[in-house]
């Protein structure tokens, strides 16, 4: 699996030649990236027969722009109008839309483009040069490492619930009460589905998603004749093309910060069945833990808008690892790739890069220059795509509940999945209103579901015995860092509060 | 009571509909699993006992604040005279109106009608033409975008039906 540099090198100018598919294909993931149910798997599904009609080459690179792109798409309604486009980006409006309600969406977008770029660029090339070593991560995260792993993503709620702990604690469990509709996973026994047969599945992510961000947000941004506060109104008209290069020097001159955020969402993506949404909650929370300001957090902070986007991003080369190296997608959209690329008989696995390796490494080139020209491309957009906040309210907020309920029905095609949208937006709503945080209330729904799988496979091997959870190396390591993780930043804050009082 | 305070006090009333809902709700969940395998009641039951736990908790501490008199059991940060006046009621009547007719009426036609309708709400009935406009370009793109392009299965109507029939025969 070594090649030489001059290889790379043909290779990467010979997937330029492909900007013709590139540039066009990245407007389409933006598109349906933003859109909550046009994901880019779902895109692959619909555009299925085109791409079964391209050369391999084309197909290929066609569905890793799309992916890469859609996964960038996902953020620019969730800095802008507080609606998440995935799962993904459910952590990205936290801090990005903040700063867009100050008038500073261009310089948020700037920023997410450049963490989403240079998180899914790196993170491609050290996949790219560790790719061996990558593969194997996989095999050493069982039932009790995974647990872990989503506990940590399921501690953001209490870093986020840090207002009022008892709410945030209280939407985050509703969260996972919720999360956990459905039968059971082991003897399939239906559980609060209320008899719709609908649920049987659990609670679809989409609807839930739509109800919970944007219809809620819809109804509540009327109040105002703009998303805007008044300064950042001012703020907005008065913002001209420098805005875009703050925005870029914010992030650049947090490069470090882009760069371990975006090894998080590398580690997480090459573990089959985790995904985006859990690295975006664990970068994020990461980055809160170990921040000198924590308490800037959720009121339009750069860094906590750079870890979501960065890991996000660093997942969609993670998961190209274990599907390239061992032949197991790590996600929805790597499964579709893996089904169009046995079509044309392209084998994944150890062989394909002895026997192809143009396709094998491929695939990361291609990844790697959709980065490039997807920056240069998609920068210069953010002045114009800000602009979607200066949009009445009264245009905005009809336009958001249709566009996203049509798209909840979008993945599973059932006009249930409509209501079910509808019935999360009245509890996000409410949830709003009342104080407490509809990211919380996600975060459970989201991770819930994952936790008992992991939970109760961990149960079943060990016989029932609890102890099973501190059984492993890898996991009780895990375990202390994770308690590290949410001890120390209590410990320092203290420590800091305890100094400025005996120096005041 | 503490309404008719001179001191204006936390509407509480609201913030306990959430904890309420997440009780009913786990009980009913618990109603549900008492007859199921220890693998279907094992994660319910911890994280439902958690969550009532936790609400009661809340519950608990909403009426030490009433009784302190520093909260309300008012619902005034939930419903308020302003959402008839904002037009929030009439965009929910719309908004429920469109997910139930858009089975039958097909994505372009319900949602150029939701458009319309609601952006009239809001707008008070100002700026019609312009409403008519942008709710047709809107549906019409709607339509071209995920229909004509992509040819997702989005709900479909006589509209739809009356396109794709035109565009088969050129």
Redesign the interface.
Known sequence: MVESLSFFLELFLHTLTYWWVIVPTVFLGLIVGGIPGFSAANTIIILMPLTLAMEVETGLIFMVTLYSSARMGAGIPAILVNIPGTAGAAATPLDGYPMTRAGKGQQALAMSFVASSLGGLITTVIALAAMPILARVGFYMHSVEMIVVMLFGISLIASIAAEDMLKGLIAGFFGLMIGNIGTDVVYATPRATFGFLELYDGVPLIPALVGLFAVSEAFLIIEKKSILTDSGRAAMLRSSWAATFEGVRMALSRWWHIVWTSLIGLVIGVIPGAGASIASFVAYQQSRAFSKTPELYGTGHPEGLIAPESANNGVTSGTLVPLLVIGIPGGATAAIMLVVMQYHGINFGPTLFEDQPEIGYGMFMAMAVTYMLMFLTILPMSRYMSRVTMVPTLYLAPMIISFTLVGAFVPREYMFDMYLALGFGVIGYIARRTGYHVAAILIGVILGPLLEIYFLRALKKSEGDIMVLFSSNIGNTLWVLLVLSIVLPIWLGRRKARRAAARS | MSEHSEKPVRQAG??L???V??IA??I??FS??LE??W??Q???FL??G??IA??I??IV?TALAVSAGSASLGFG??IRR?DWR???IG??G???G??VL??WGG?TLT?FL??AI??AI??RGRRLGLIAL?SAA?ALS?WA??ILA??????RGWFEAAMAMVLANG
Do not use: H, K, W
């Open positions: 609201g913030e509909v959430i904890p809902v997440a709700f786990s009913y969940f549900t699993i199921s395998p693998t279907a094992v994660s319910a994280i439902g958690i969550l936790l609400c908790g809340f501490r940060n939930l302003e904002s037009g929030r965009l929910l719309a908004t429920v469109y997910v858009i089975d994505f949602t939701f458009l609601s952006m809001l707008s942008v809107m709607g975008l995920f992509f040819d997702t299965r989005f709900p």
